[in-house]
Every structure is written in structure tokens, then in C-alpha cells.
């Protein structure tokens, strides 16, 4: 089995940086592409970035220039730096990577979600 864990997440003023981690565990033979969605309170979840395995990355519009996605292989592990955060970026974010794992199994895992809040 796989699982993916996220941390990182919390309280920040607007102006102010959080570093969103998610980390995959269990029978895992290689992780294709890896990304980050985000759920605002009344809205729908919408894709915030991508990256995939080679580091060829995509981004929302909205986060351009201020969020970057990297990726760790040897950890199994995804980022997202994101800087001077605003109130709009409040939301529960969301990892996801595509896996096969040891059983040629190909799937798309989720994380649990983290809770960002950007107020003063």
C-alpha cells in the first residue's frame, strides 16, 4: 500500500511564507507526476501546481511568482514554497502523486489535506 502524508501547513500573516511537504510511504517503484490542488472555503478545488518527474513544472495563474513546486525523488517527497501569501490563498491544500508501485500497479494517491490560513 501507499500512503501520503502532508505537513507544513498553519497560520501566517499576509506577507508571510509557508513550505507545504508530502511525503510517500509504502511499496512504491516509481513516482510519475506530483502536484498540489487547493479547496477555498465556498469554492472548488482548483490546481495550484505540478512538476513532473523530469522538473518540468506548471502553475495557476494566481500563484505565479510567488509559489514554487520542486520535488525530492530519492525522498519521494513534493514541495510547495509558497511567499508573500495573501487572504486569498486560504485554503486546504492538497498533494496527489502518480505511482506505480511494486506490483505494477499504477494509481493516483491524495494526501490527507493541510490547513493554510493567511489573516492579520
Known amino acids: 500500500q501507499v500512503q501520503l502524508v502532508e505537513s507544513g501547513g498553519g497560520l501566517v500573516q499576509p506577507g508571510g511564507s509557508l513550505r507545504l511537504s508530502c511525503a510517500a510511504s509504502g511499496s512504491i517503484f516509481r513516482i510519475v507526476g506530483m502536484g498540489w490542488y487547493r479547496q477555498g472555503p465556498g469554492k472548488q478545488r482548483e490546481l495550484v501546481a505540478t512538476i513532473s518527474r523530469g522538473g518540468d513544472t506548471n502553475y495557476a495563474d494566481s500563484v505565479k511568482g510567488r509559489f514554487t513546486i520542486s520535488r525530492d525523488n530519492a525522498k519521494n517527497t513534493v514541495y510547495l514554497q509558497m511567499n508573500s501569501l495573501q487572504p486569498e490563498d486560504t485554503a486546504v491544500y492538497y498533494c496527489?502523486?502518480?505511482?506505480?508501485?511494486?506490483?505494477?500497479?499504477?494509481?493516483?494517491?491524495w494526501g490527507q489535506g493541510t490547513q493554510v490560513t493567511v489573516s492579520s
Open positions: 496527489y502523486q502518480d505511482i506505480w508501485d511494486r506490483s505494477t500497479r499504477f494509481g493516483n494517491y
